[in-house]
């Protein structure tokens, strides 16, 4: 199981932490949202629940609930600016569809 950062991705997230010193990391999850299901979220992790799965990635802590593991495992998230615009972009190989304007995804449901 695992979740990756890419090098772009992990220095937004370095920036975020370094603004809030009592973050242990940063949590990975998903909620009900779009015309396709599936929304990310990503947040800063003020803990680690027992329920939680903790990834390390060059020193940073990924932190995702073990109810949300099944949609988001292997994900790559990647951080782009377009323009004016940026955000985390993610490649997740559980996604099986996207809605067209990228805010949701669906999957087929975990076993």
């Known amino acids: 199981m695992s979740i990756q950062l890419t090098a772009t991705a992990r220095q937004r ?7 809030s010193p ?4 940063v949590r990975l999850g998903i909620k009900r949202t ?7 979220t990503v947040d800063l992790a003020e803990a ?7 990834f390390e990635q060059d ?7 073990r109810k949300a593991l099944p949609f988001v ?11 004016l615009n940026a955000a985390f972009v993610f490649r997740n ?3 099986t ?11 087929e449901a975990p076993r």
């Open 48 to 54: 680690v629940a027992a329920d939680d799965a903790v």
């Open 22 to 25: 009592a973050a242990v990391g």
């Open 93 to 95: 190989p559980n996604a």
């Open 97 to 107: 569809g996207e809605c067209g304007c990228g805010e949701s995804f669906t999957v």
């Open 73 to 83: 495992d292997g994900t790559e998230i990647d951080f782009e600016r377009q323009g």
């Open 59 to 65: 020193g940073l802590t990924i932190v995702v609930a």
């Open 13 to 19: 997230v370095q920036d975020f932490l370094s603004r």
């Open 34 to 40: 779009g015309c396709s299901g599936f929304g990310y």
